[in-house]
C-alpha cells in the first residue's frame, strides 16, 4: 500500500506518529494529531485489517477506571516497511556478495564507514545546539538519518532509544551494522556503551544503555597515591 489521497495521507500521519512515538492509544494519536478519537480509530481499523498495525491490551499505568483496558496500537514488520525499507533486497544482495568475496573483513570495513555519521555529525550538532547534553546529540544525529531517536533516563545513566531503523531488515542477516553503529557510540561518547537490544533481532526499540561515568573522589585519589607511595 502506498499513501496517496487525502485519507491516505492522515493514515500515514496515524503511523508515522506510531513510529516515532511507539505503541500508542487511540486517544493519545487523537491528542497528538488534532484529530478526533473516531477518526483516528477509523484509520487504526484500517491499518489493522492491512496487517500494518497490530492492537494489544495498554501496560498499565496508575489507577484505571471500570470499563474494558484501552488498546494501544503498534506497528508490525509490514507496517514499518511503507516508509524507507524498499531497497532492501539490493542491500542484503550487495552485502552477500561483499561477504562472499572479501568475508566478515570487508562486511565489517563497510559497516564502519556506513556508521561513520556518527562522528561525523557529532561535532557538528553538540557545536550547533550547546544546551544538549551527549546522549540528546546522539538523538539528533541518529534522527536526523531517520531513526526517530529520544533519549531515556535509566537507573545506570541514560538509554538511547531508537524507534525505528532504516536498515534493520539488512541488519538482521548482517549485524556487523549494529555493532559498527554502537562501537562509533562508545568512541563520541568515551566510554563503554551496551546494546540492549535491536528492531533487526525482534524488538520493538533499539536501545542503548549509556552509563553515567564514574566520579572520582577525592579520597579514592588519596588512597590510590598512598598506595603508589607506600609501594
Do not use: W
Not at 544482495?93 to 564502519?112: I, S, W, Y
Amino acid at each position: 500500500m502506498e499513501f496517496t489521497g487525502t485519507d491516505e495521507t492522515t493514515r500515514e500521519r496515524v503511523a508515522r506518529s506510531i513510529l516515532v512515538n511507539g505503541a500508542s492509544t487511540a486517544a493519545a494519536l487523537a491528542v497528538r494529531l488534532d484529530l478526533t478519537p473516531a477518526a483516528v480509530r477509523r484509520h487504526l481499523d484500517q491499518l489493522v485489517d492491512e496487517g500494518h498495525v497490530v492492537a494489544r491490551d495498554a501496560r498499565p499505568s496508575g489507577t484505571r477506571g471500570r470499563g474494558r483496558p484501552a488498546k494501544e496500537f503498534a506497528l508490525t514488520v509490514t507496517g514499518r516497511d511503507l516508509f524507507d525499507q524498499q531497497y532492501d533486497d539490493l542491500a542484503v544482495a550487495a552485502l552477500r556478495f561483499l561477504d562472499e568475496t572479501g568475508g566478515d573483513e570487508a562486511v565489517r570495513a563497510f559497516a564502519k564507514r556506513r556508521a561513520a555519521f556518527v562522528e561525523e555529525r557529532f561535532g557538528e550538532v553538540s557545536a550547533a545546539a550547546p544546551d544538549l547534553g551527549p546522549a540528546q546529540v546522539l538523538a539528533q544525529v541518529f534522527s536526523d538519518q531517520g531513526y526517530a531517536a529520544s533519549v531515556r533516563d535509566s537507573p545506570v545513566g541514560e538509554q538511547l532509544c531508537q524507534q525505528h531503523c532504516p536498515v534493520s531488515h539488512v541488519a538482521h542477516e548482517f549485524p556487523q551494522l549494529c555493532e559498527e553503529e554502537t562501537a562509533a557510540i562508545s568512541r563520541v561518547l568515551g566510554r563503554h556503551v551496551q546494546r540492549l537490544a535491536t528492531i533487526a533481532h525482534g524488538d520493538g526499540v533499539c536501545t542503548t544503555c549509556i552509563p553515567d561515568l564514574p566520579v572520582s573522589t577525592g579520597s579514592t585519589t588519596e588512597s590510590t597515591t598512598k598506595e603508589k607511595v607506600t609501594t
